[in-house]
């Protein structure tokens, strides 16, 4: 399962790049208010720092198919390769993202409520599809197993389209979805950090450190066991 960083705040980025094992970063029009900046300089800042093979994902705004194909071609001239067109599954973003993988350029398509909706994106080319879990939780649906379903569907449909599962609150929803087989997941730094932190951990390296420190002595590790011969 690839695993990006949903959001644009360069620090938060960095500090997750530092860590864990990433194929990018996705970003929508409200996770570029949330970083406060300009937002094309922004993404350039986001994109001179993550790999060069790494994906960005930067999403349209205008409301026709011809304006959205013109915000692609522009985000692409500015951006570079390995950037997805990401284009919201309303009628023209449907057209769009048609007409756009027709011409090779990736898109994902995003605010994804239904399975149907990410079905017709598949067709439509798009390379991604980004059900939004939590929100989904949020208004009374099941959004985990409307990410299983537009995957199972993708495939049984021999669809050359991955699900990329967006809006999570909680690792359990990452979780099952990872035992599903889901193609990706994009989530903010803070819910990617709390796949790996657990208290019980923390407490059995801190027991591990104070036999250690009381066998060979304090702040001491093995590089120093080599000193003493
Ligand atoms: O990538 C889509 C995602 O950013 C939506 O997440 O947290 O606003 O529900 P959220």
Known sequence: MDLLI??????????????FPVEGVTTNPSILKAAGKEPLSQLKKIRAFIPHGAQLHVQTIS?????II?????????????????????????K?????????VNTTATAI????????????GAKYVA???NRLDNIGFDGVEVAKNIHDMLERHHLNTKVLAASFKNTQQVLTLC?????????????????????????AIDD??????????????MLDLGKTK
């Open 96 to 104: 769009a993202m048609k007409i756009l993988s027709s011409r090779g």
């Open 208 to 221: 591990f450190n104070k036999d250690f420190a009381s066998l060979v002595g304090e702040g001491k590790t």
């Open 113 to 124: 409520y239904t399975p149907m909706q990410g079905f017709i994106a598949g067709k439509a």
């Open 6 to 19: 949903d959001s644009a705040n360069l620090e938060g980025i960095k500090k997750i790049y530092d860590i």
């Open 179 to 203: 035992e599903y087989g889901i193609g990706s997941i994009t989530a903010a730094p803070d819910v990617l950090e709390q796949l790996i932190n657990h208290q019980i951990t923390s407490i």
């Open 70 to 94: 013109k915000e692609a071609e522009f985000i692409l001239g500015e951006l570079g390769d390995n950037t997805y067109i990401k284009i919201p599954v309303f009628d023209q973003g449907i």
């Open 63 to 67: 409301k026709t198919a011809e304006n």
């Open 131 to 133: 059900p939004y879990v």
